[in-house]
């Protein structure tokens, strides 16, 4: 489900990015590496938990509401913010992430669709 789009002479995964993601894209790739690039180097984060959330019965919905969690061996919090991660599976996804908990392994982010 990976498209290609030239940019400046060079090939570039988009993933599913450009379309309607669902929890499906996602229940696939819990366990997997989302890598974020942060200039001077790059975090990855782990998919620990795809989910569904309760439909709030909103009429035309494009997707049933879903939860991730990802996982964070940094102690580096990330602010809360949009991130652009590479994933193998998946390619690269525009997620606006929220650290949501810190514990002794690291940090942990959530992402909400709705």
């Known amino acids: 489900?990976?498209?290609?789009?030239?940019?400046?002479?060079?090939?570039?995964?988009?993933?599913?990015?450009m379309a309607i993601v669902t929890l499906d894209h996602f229940a696939r790739s819990v366990g997997?590496?989302?890598?974020?690039?942060?200039?001077?180097?790059?975090?990855?984060l782990t998919l620990t938990e795809a989910r569904p959330l309760p439909?709030?019965?909103?009429?035309?919905?494009?997707r049933a509401p879903?939860?991730?969690?990802?996982?964070?061996?940094?102690k580096v919090l990330l602010p809360q913010q949009i991130y652009r991660l590479n994933?193998?599976?998946l390619g690269?996804?525009?997620?606006?992430?929220?650290?949501?908990?810190r514990d002794k392994d690291g940090i942990i982010y959530q992402?909400?669709?709705?």
């Open 1 to 17: 489900m990976t498209h290609k789009v030239m940019r400046s002479g060079r090939e570039q995964a988009i993933g599913v990015g």
């Open 32 to 44: 997997e590496g989302f890598e974020i690039d942060m200039g001077t180097g790059s975090l990855v």
């Open 111 to 114: 992402a909400v669709f709705n």
């Open 66 to 74: 879903f939860s991730l969690l990802f996982r964070s061996g940094s």
């Open 87 to 89: 994933n193998a599976t």
């Open 92 to 101: 690269i996804l525009d997620i606006f992430l929220v650290p949501v908990a």
């Open 55 to 62: 439909e709030q019965g909103f009429t035309g919905m494009m």
